[in-house]
């Protein structure tokens, strides 16, 4: 088997392997050393404002998603604006429901790229938080962060964004956009088994929002996480294996530089594009594509059908969309140990199918 | 390094090995099928009725604590009587607590069983459900399981089961116990990596309480968990690496056995207190024992000392306590891939310390 997925995604042996050590007891001063070694590394790869903390908690993506409504908004003091383009960003709305946080769904079509237009009509209207995916993986579409920071900045609105298919993936700097909250998680670009979600926590909402603020949600409570990892520790025992291979892939992002990661992402992306807009039958949607996959409208061909003969025939398992897309969209995942090679296999493979 | 702690613990070869074979893709109906061979495995260890369900979480034995409390547990319709014997005991009241459900705990001092005597006063007096674990992780005490099933069938009263650290290690029938709900977790006797815990659920509390109930906490909704199991799924991506480690010790139990497995924990620990009680300057506590873990009081030694000049002068490592035993009490496990020999070499250590 091939992964082309976005997650879990295929990865290297190495990190595989680095899962597979023994695991330490964690309620040591070497492991607290090493969680505040792998916070700073974390925080420089997200270029992250002096006196930022980070977190890394056991949950998905969506687990870290209702960490941050629940411990940073609140229904009597804010007013959410949610980037509703997917079913990442109707997640944010359906969070912001469950907690009574006002909010409003800015709802994008499908083929619509978020722009500093669409932001203007919610100027001035007391909202205190923008939620948004950097991209939203449902779709692979990546968003202007640039657009979205101005008009976070301009009108003194919290940025919270979920970069779980982004990281690592598209440039992302926390100092530049001013994000209060970023959160990713461990089976994207990380290519790490899924099972932990990070964290980063700007100083503002650190002061502002996490410090005496009560918890709605106790195992979810970013106060108590980070409470506990001002001394490098987590408040309940946390995904060994997970921060294990953790540790090994920011040293190597260490050694090796993001921008060469962030690169090797584009290429890959780059190159399969350039592929698959030769093959009739598959459709790249016109909208701003994330490195993080590519989206594959398939036109007459069954979405769903093809992942499975793909999957059953040739080992290449692509991503199925779940929801209106069930049928019409494939995604092709540029994260984790893949090559060049590798696309040449699937391209190889699709085209047979279409021909 | 040898882990006598009661979580991570010493995990098998075998095991890790396991964790680290590449991913699946987890949207299949390969998967799906994998996922409920494992459900009917782990009902079957526990005895559970006929149409009993199983859900798979991300998340610490915490997360599904606190799913159990958010996902059935109701302000408007429930009153709690909470066992409070040990920081787990307590977290259940917290987490009552959070969630303003009515709830009554009964305090066990240090050196108290659970007996029928002391559930007495609590007859008749408005209450819905029990809450308790079946070993007290904390102190390794064991609570009577058949005093408290008892007084549940004679008051009607749900019954929750934590039993994070005594699954594997003390006998626990579900049919027989009456348990509506029995939770536990990877890294205890499952010997797994941490990241994954796993609840049982009787069809009674399925029926009455997991159909209809708006969810409070997103993540830790038990009926989400639920609906998707009965498809083989999860609704997040899934701790997958230590699912994997699941399928491979779940088939190991198959095999050898689940009354050979809880021998083994009983003779490990019988087998470590015979030799501790010869020992002068440490003492075991006189409550019931679990087999899961043997409490040591260290007297006139600081015990989080002794914890750390174990680990670092023989590589042997058993577990320190927070709160108010910090100093006073140690914990050795019984869990996980220890042989006698291993506590020949602990049981050295220590009278080496002690002389």
Do not use: W
Not at 73 to 96: M, Q, T, W, Y
Not at 240 to 260: I, T
């Amino acid at each position: 088997m091939k992964l082309f997925t976005v997650g879990p995604v295929q990865m290297d042996p190495a990190v595989l392997e680095a899962g597979a050590r023994p695991l330490p007891y964690f309620r040591t001063a070497e492991f607290s050393e090493q969680m505040l070694q792998m916070e700073t590394q974390f925080l420089r790869l997200l270029n992250a404002p002096p006196e930022s903390r980070a977190v890394f908690m056991t949950a998905s993506g969506t687990g870290a998603m209702e960490a941050a409504v629940t411990s940073i908004l609140n229904p009597e003091r804010d007013k959410a604006l949610v980037i509703d383009g997917g079913s990442f960003g109707h997640r944010f709305a359906e969070l912001c429901e469950l907690y009574h946080i006002p909010y409003v769904a800015l709802e994008l079509p499908f083929a619509a790229d978020l722009t500093e237009e669409l932001l203007l009509p919610y100027q001035e209207a007391g909202f205190t938080a923008l939620l948004m995916q950097q991209s939203e993986t449902s779709l692979g579409k990546r968003y202007d962060m640039e657009a979205a920071a101005r008009f976070c900045r301009h009108e003194g609105l919290y940025l919270i964004v979920d970069a779980v298919s982004s990281f690592l993936c598209d440039p992302l700097d926390m100092t530049a956009c001013g994000a209060d909250v970023i959160l990713t998680a461990s089976q994207k670009a990380l290519a790490l088994s899924p099972g932990l979600s990070l964290l980063a926590l700007s100083p503002r909402i650190i002061a502002e929002r996490l410090t005496d603020q009560p918890p709605r949600c106790f195992y979810l409570s970013l106060s108590r996480a980070l409470e506990n990892m001002k001394r490098g520790q987590t408040p309940f025992t946390p995904a060994l294996s997970v921060l294990q291979q953790l540790a090994y892939r920011l040293q190597q992002l260490d050694q090796l530089g993001l921008q060469s990661e962030l690169k090797q992402r584009e290429s890959l992306a780059l190159y399969f594009r350039q592929q698959i807009r030769q093959l009739p039958g598959l459709l790249i949607p016109d909208y701003t594509l994330s490195n993080s996959l590519t989206p594959l409208l398939t036109g007459s061909m069954n979405a769903y059908d093809l992942f499975v003969d793909l999957k059953d025939h040739t080992g290449l398992v692509v991503t199925p969309n779940g929801g209106p897309f069930a049928h019409k969209l494939l995604r092709v995942g540029h994260m984790g140990d893949l090559k060049k090679t590798d696309y040449d296999d699937l391209i190889q493979a699709l085209s047979q199918r279409l021909a």
